[in-house]
Structures are given as C-alpha cells and as structure tokens.
C-alpha cells in the first residue's frame, strides 16, 4: 500500500510572526520556514507504518514556490521514498490544494493520504476534509492513533471531551494530531541520502487545475499590545480598580 503525505511549507513555529507594514500579510521575507508541525507528524507515521511492513511506498507531496523541494527533502530524510512538487507562485487555498491532491491521488493510488489536521500559518483545517468529499472517501480527522488492521484503518480521534473510535474502510484520508507520535529528527546519513531521492515538479495546469484564489485577503493585523500591569497594595485597592478603572464589577 503507497501512502501519499501533503507536506507544507510555513513560517517556522519559533518564529515570532510579524505582520507587514501595509498590512496585506504575514512577513515572510528573510524569515525561517520549515514543514508544517502536523505534517511531521503525518510523514513520521507513514514511515513508522512502512517500517511495521504495512506500506510499501511513502510519497511527499508540497505545493506552492520552488522552495517547497526543501520541505520535501526533510520528508525524504526523514523516510519518504519519493517526492511530488507541484510547483506555482499563486497563494494556494485549500479547495486549490484538495483539487489537485484528488488528481494526483487518482494518479497513484495510494491506500491512505496522511495529511496535518491545520497548516499553523493560515489555521485552515480544511484540505483534508475537502480532499475526503472530492474523492468520496471515508476520513479519520484529528487522529492520535491509527491501527491498520483487517483491511480497515481503525483510528483514535481527538474529540471534544475525549476520545471517539472510527473503523475506515480503505482506500482513507486521515489528518495528524499532535498527540499521533513524537516526529524523528532526520540523521545526517539519511539527510545525505535523502539528496538522492527523486522530486518530480509539475505545474497545476499538468494537473488540469486552475489555483487562482477564491477568496481574497482584506487585511491582516497584529493583536493589540498588552498594558503593562500595576501592582495593588490592597484588596479593598484591587476591587476599587475593578469597580472604576477596569469596570469588570
Ligand atoms: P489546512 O487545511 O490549510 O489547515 O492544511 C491542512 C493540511 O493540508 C496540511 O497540514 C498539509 O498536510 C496539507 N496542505 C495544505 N496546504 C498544502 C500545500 N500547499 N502543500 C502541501 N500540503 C498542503
């Protein structure tokens, strides 16, 4: 069974996000990026499923700039047999994803597409549902186990409150949660290894997909600054503040 791993290229999670002067985005210009964290997770299971002998070919596929070849790489040195770009500088929203992930998943039959359950940069949680609905496939959101048994992958979900227990009939899209495993770090003979693995690029159009957005971005602020707090020397002070300065009683 291949597996096929959505893997995207975001703002690193250390970095502190800052927003650009005219207010039209997120500054990603001189600012580290990495894969996204839930996409880890998603490539490390695959890997953990192949090395169990349950799959026999993990394939990393990234959208967007030509930089995305280096978060496919880190998929490959992490496990991934071979990768997918599909390359375009179109901003890339999730029904654009999940439509040409639905071609490429005809394409090469994977029994499972593993993706993150949100991309941290846009917190979309979309494209593996979207995926899901165009292919008319079962889907296990939010998973945190996954058991490949009897034909069926029978996943663990983070639900509200607790934990809910799908059995999915194959071929299934399910998307990572945090708690699904702790991702490797790639070794230095793998990240070598991995610059031999082969990355195909093709454009959207190879894929008959028209990415332009739907959706257009209006404007992106920055929260406002927190008041620097005082310190009260009383409770009788406290509450008198509450009732007066802040209004809260
Ligand atoms: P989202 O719906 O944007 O929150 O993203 C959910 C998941 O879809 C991500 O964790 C990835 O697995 C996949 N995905 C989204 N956008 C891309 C992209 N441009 N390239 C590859 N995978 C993507």
């Known amino acids: 069974m291949k597996i096929l791993v959505p893997v995207k290229r975001v703002v690193d999670y250390n970095v502190k996000i800052r927003v650009k002067s005219d207010g039209t985005g997120v500054e990603t210009n001189g600012v580290k990026m990495s894969m996204n964290p839930f996409d880890e997770i998603a490539v490390?299971?695959?890997?953990?499923?192949k090395e169990a002998g349950k799959a026999s070919e993990i394939i990393a596929v990234s959208m967007g700039v030509a930089a995305c070849a280096e978060t496919i790489r880190t998929a490959l040195a992490m496990g991934a047999d071979r990768g997918i770009l599909v390359e375009t500088d179109v901003e890339l929203q999730p029904l654009a994803v999940a439509k040409m992930l639905k071609v490429l998943v005809e394409k090469e039959q994977p029994g499972m597409v593993i993706l993150g359950k949100q991309a941290i940069d846009d917190d979309m949680n979309a494209t593996g549902q979207m995926l899901a609905?165009?292919?008319?496939?079962s889907q296990g959101?939010?998973?945190s186990k996954i058991?490949?048994?009897?034909?069926?992958?029978?996943?663990?979900?983070?639900?509200?409150?607790?934990?809910?227990?799908?059995?999915?009939a194959l071929p299934t899209i399910v998307t990572a949660d945090l708690r699904?495993?702790?991702?490797?770090?790639?070794?230095?003979?793998?990240?070598?290894?991995a610059r031999k693995k082969p990355i195909e690029t093709i454009k959207p159009a190879d894929l008959g997909v028209d990415p332009t957005p739907r959706r257009t971005l209006?404007?992106?602020?920055?929260?406002?600054?927190?008041?620097?707090?005082?310190?009260?020397?009383?409770?009788?002070?406290?509450?008198?503040?509450?009732?007066?300065?802040?209004?809260?009683?």
């Open 218 to 249: 209006v404007s992106v602020a920055e929260p406002p600054k927190r008041q620097a707090g005082v310190k009260v020397k009383s409770v009788a002070e406290l509450v008198e503040k509450l009732k007066t300065e802040a209004k809260v009683i």
């Open 133 to 137: 609905a165009l292919l008319g496939w």
């Open 147 to 168: 058991v490949l048994e009897d034909g069926r992958a029978v996943v663990t979900r983070e639900v509200d409150g607790g934990l809910e227990t799908v059995a999915l």
């Open 180 to 193: 699904l495993n702790e991702p490797r770090y790639a070794s230095l003979p793998n990240i070598m290894k």
């Open 44 to 49: 490390e299971e695959a890997v953990r499923l």
């Open 141 to 143: 959101t939010f998973a």
